[in-house]
């Protein structure tokens, strides 16, 4: 698929369709049109025009469903994604106008992801885009949005322990970590179809979960907070998106993610679903979400690989067998681990 991304033929035929769109909506390419941002499963261009710079990305097999997903968004008033003005779900080619700075690009030394005010207002509109698709799983998953719904997490996960492909591409650093994990994955089992029941009763829906939430992906600006790069999303719990959530603002911000500034923004995120249950029943749900949460990554991963060779992967192709290694691990910290507080 890599190959794709340099090949002259594609790379025409690509921008062809572009720039049409783009002449279509009344614009004209101003200047060259580069690529700065090539990855195994996606490429972006970026175009030159009299309204600004434009966007056309492309994506591999695997997270093509995002187009079809921005379209319906658009057709069915979702506010608070970034939409596309033309896509072609075919190519799996999505063409975007300029969405301004990211979060993490709004201070100059790109640490933006620091600004927890500016989190607890993303994540605030965030949680009312999730609650605003409660009612369209069915049709989520109908574009081809994956299913990682809780009563499916067992099976998605006895999936992924069965890959060998997946396995047989783990890190060599996490060579033993991996096989170990590997080994015992069939008998977690059991304790992860318990949790997943138990996130299944909470009575909280299913909805779009992002899945990639972080500073990088979603642009700030007088038009307001939109979330892009909707390539790993799936219909799921809605809490499982604070896996990748808040070990970024972890990562980035240097917290403690059992800390109170990171049980605040959980706190501020949780309180959309507060017409449904108790401040300690959300609280419960989003921690064993965030457990569950490495599953849907692993599977995020392998997606994102599909129909790359393992030296297209670019250093990826051990990100879904670290992801069950996490798992494993943090199955084996639950007991040992004081729970975080319900509230700050």
């Known amino acids: 698929m890599t190959g794709r991304w340099t090949d002259p033929a594609w790379r025409d035929a690509t921008l062809a369709w572009a720039v049409e769109r783009l002449e ?21 261009f970026r175009i030159p ?18 187009g079809p997903l921005l379209d319906a968004f658009g057709d069915w008033g979702i506010r ?4 596309p003005v033309a896509t072609d779900p075919g190519r799996a080619l999505i063409l975007f106008a300029d969405g301004g700075p990211t979060m993490r690009a709004t201070r100059p030394d790109g640490t933006g992801d620091r600004d927890l005010d500016a989190w607890a207002r993303i994540l605030r509109g965030y949680a009312a885009l999730q609650r605003s698709t409660e009612a369209r799983a069915d049709d989520l998953l109908a ?3 994956p299913d990682g719904r809780p009563e499916r997490l067992a099976a998605l996960l006895e999936g992924l322990g069965g890959d060998a492909a997946l396995w047989d591409r783990a890190d060599e650093e996490d060579g ?6 590997r080994r015992r994955l069939p008998g977690l089992l059991p304790v992860v179809a318990r949790m997943a029941g138990d996130l299944a009763a909470s009575g909280i829906p299913a909805t779009i979960q992002h899945d990639d ?3 990088g992906n979603v642009f700030v600006g007088r038009e307001g907070d939109r979330i892009f790069d909707w390539g790993d999303a799936s219909v799921a719990h809605p809490f499982g998106t604070l896996t990748s959530t808040m070990n970024s603002i972890e990562y980035h911000a240097g917290l403690d993610q059992h800390g109170s500034e990171l049980i605040r923004l959980r706190d501020i995120y949780l309180e959309a679903w507060s017409d449904i249950a108790a401040p300690d ?16 990554r692993a599977a995020s991963w ?5 129909g790359l060779s393992p030296d297209e992967m670019d250093g990826h192709g051990g990100a879904p067998a670290a992801w069950l290694v996490e798992l494993v691990d943090r199955l084996d910290r639950l007991g040992r681990v004081e729970p975080p507080p319900a509230r700050a």
Not at 176 to 181: I, N, R, S, V
């Open 143 to 145: 574009l081809g949005v």
């Open 281 to 296: 029943v959300l609280a419960a749900a989003a921690e064993r979400a965030r457990l569950l949460g490495a599953i849907s």
């Open 213 to 215: 939430l972080h500073g």
């Open 49 to 66: 025009a009299d309204a600004g710079p434009f966007w056309c990305k492309a994506s591999a097999p695997g997270p093509g469903y995002e």
């Open 176 to 181: 033993a970590a991996a096989a170990e994990a």
């Open 24 to 44: 279509g909506l009344g614009h004209r390419v101003t200047g060259g049109i580069t690529q700065p941002h090539r990855r195994p499963w996606s490429t972006v």
């Open 302 to 306: 392998r997606r994102a690989l599909v």
């Open 80 to 83: 608070g994604a970034m939409l």
